[in-house]
């Protein structure tokens, strides 16, 4: 079954960091731009960041210079490494493909800025 599994996530204080990791089952994830999103409560789900299979980024504006993807296909894992955490990151955290989303979304990963 193809699927995807998020982890890393936590509470953390303002001004840390956190790393995720998003590990994928199936070939396809080889052959797609990854991302990652976030869902707030009460807010829609929005994209944070995006890596091709080339590994050309894109990142939200919201975290442009704090945020960081990367993947290793050999190991079929996405990165998120994230510094200067503000509490408006606060979220659950999901990986899947660019839209057409080719996954099934995983159940996510909380991560909860606060002091």
């Known amino acids: 079954q193809v699927q995807l599994v998020e982890s890393g996530g936590g509470l953390v204080q303002p001004g840390g960091s956190l790393t995720l990791s998003c590990t994928a089952s199936?070939?396809?994830?080889?052959?797609?731009?990854m991302g990652w999103y976030r869902q707030a409560p009460g807010k829609q789900r929005e994209l944070v960041a995006h890596?091709?299979?080339?590994?050309?980024?894109n990142y939200g504006d919201s975290v442009k210079g704090r945020f960081t993807i990367s993947r290793d296909n050999a190991k079929y894992t996405l990165y998120l490494q994230m510094n200067s955490l503000k509490p408006e990151d606060t979220a659950t955290y999901y990986c899947?493909?660019?839209?057409?989303?080719?996954?099934?979304w995983g159940q996510g990963t909380q991560v909860t800025v606060s002091s």
């Open positions: 199936g070939s396809i994830f080889r052959i797609y731009t």
């Open positions: 899947n493909t660019a839209q057409p989303y080719r996954y099934a």
């Open positions: 890596i091709s299979v080339s590994r050309i980024t």
